[in-house]
């Protein structure tokens, strides 16, 4: 094994009220939108630049920096409620994710 002492994976998990979707590895410099691909989830996007809120989700715990000038996608009372633009938003510690039930688009296998 050659995990360091004290060292711990740091993950980013998706969930949909108390259900973990998926989690993946934090990958610092990678999107949410990238790090939701790799935990096999697809979130919604459209402008990939945060201009029109598609890819928005809720940030539960951990930090995702926002930018100094927000983007139209984005404003102060979002924030206030901890929004998150997934097409701009790069996680820098272990998070947890809401994502809206109404925004999700799961793998056609997951469909009753």
């Known amino acids: ?21 998926g989690q993946t590895r934090l990958v610092i410099g990678e999107t949410l939108v990238e790090h939701a691909e790799s935990a096999g ?23 995702i920096p926002v930018p100094e000038i927000l983007p139209p996608g984005l404003d102060d009372y979002l924030i206030e409620q901890a929004a998150r633009l997934g097409c701009i938003g790069c996680p820098t510690t272990d998070c947890d994710i809401a ?14």
């Open 1 to 21: 094994m050659t995990e360091s002492v004290g060292e711990t994976l740091k993950l980013v998990r998706f969930m949909q009220g108390a259900k973990l979707l």
């Open 41 to 63: 989830i697809n979130l919604p996007t459209n402008c990939t630049s945060g201009t029109c809120g598609t890819c928005l989700v809720t940030l539960i715990s951990g930090k």
């Open 99 to 112: 994502v809206s039930y109404t925004h999700l688009t799961l793998p056609t296998s997951d469909l009753v």
